[in-house]
């Protein structure tokens, strides 16, 4: 099946600690994404990586890191989690060719922060 | 500072009843996209629009983008309770391609 994945599904872990979730697309894309959603389901970007640019927002803190081993692979690296990072985070990809394009998301990883 | 505005935010109707959600925004977006998404679920593309004007149909949903291409509304004929979900609009404001999402329209159709 052509799809985004990322692992894990759910994710439990004590503030202090260093994270990681991975994100694979076999869509060909070029492009990937990192989005958190809150609990009241906004969507904010906090990453957009191509193999030519990364764009930062420039309110993720710096503990938040990207990770692209290959066009295919875009994975998240947190450090030292806060309760504040709780949150589901989605990873998406897109192509860069024409206005008529839209992103294929993965179903999210649940992190929480005890 | 919220760059697209939806509304209602939430909508709880009855199967068969029509509805309309509205995306507003006071800048231009050079495309803009609809998505829907299940509890436990990434959000699922439905339509992107790109020319002002443009009116697309998915089946028993019709979607505008505004003349102007500062808004949108997204429209449910006859609505089933499969329709249940978070309805999302986002939009890319110029060249760039990372899409803004708009504050999500929480959709409950009751059979």
């Known amino acids: 099946d052509t799809a985004v994945s990322q692992t894990p599904k759910y994710l439990v872990t004590q503030m202090g600690n260093d994270k990681s979730i991975k994100c694979e697309q076999n869509l060909g894309h070029d492009t990937m994404y990192w989005y958190k959603q809150d609990s009241k389901k906004f969507l904010k970007i906090m990453f957009s990586?191509?193999?030519?640019?990364?764009?930062i927002n420039e309110t993720v803190p710096n503990r938040f890191s990207p990770k692209s081993p290959d066009k295919a692979h875009l994975n998240l690296h947190i450090n030292s989690l806060e309760l504040g990072d709780s949150a589901v985070y989605f990873c998406?990809?897109?192509?860069?060719?024409?206005?008529?394009?839209?992103?294929?998301f993965g179903s999210g990883t649940r992190l929480t922060v005890v | 500072t919220q760059l697209l505005e939806q509304s209602p935010q939430f909508l709880s109707i009855q199967e068969g009843e029509n509805l309309t959600v509205y995306c507003n925004s006071s800048?231009?977006?050079?495309?803009l996209q609809w998505y829907r998404q299940e509890p436990g679920e990434g959000p699922v593309l439905l339509v992107t629009?790109?020319?002002?004007?443009e009116v697309k149909k998915l089946k028993r949903l019709t979607f505008q983008f505004g003349d102007a291409r500062k808004d949108s509304s997204l429209h449910i004929t006859a609505a089933q309770t499969g329709d249940t979900g978070l309805y999302l609009c986002a939009g890319a404001p110029g060249s760039a391609r990372q899409l803004t999402f708009g504050s999500g329209t929480q959709l409950t159709v009751l059979p």
């Open positions: 998406a990809s897109s192509t860069d060719r024409g206005l008529v394009y839209g992103y294929t």
């Open positions: 800048s231009v977006f050079s495309s």
């Open positions: 990586y191509n193999n030519k640019e990364l764009i």
């Open positions: 629009v790109v020319t002002g004007g």
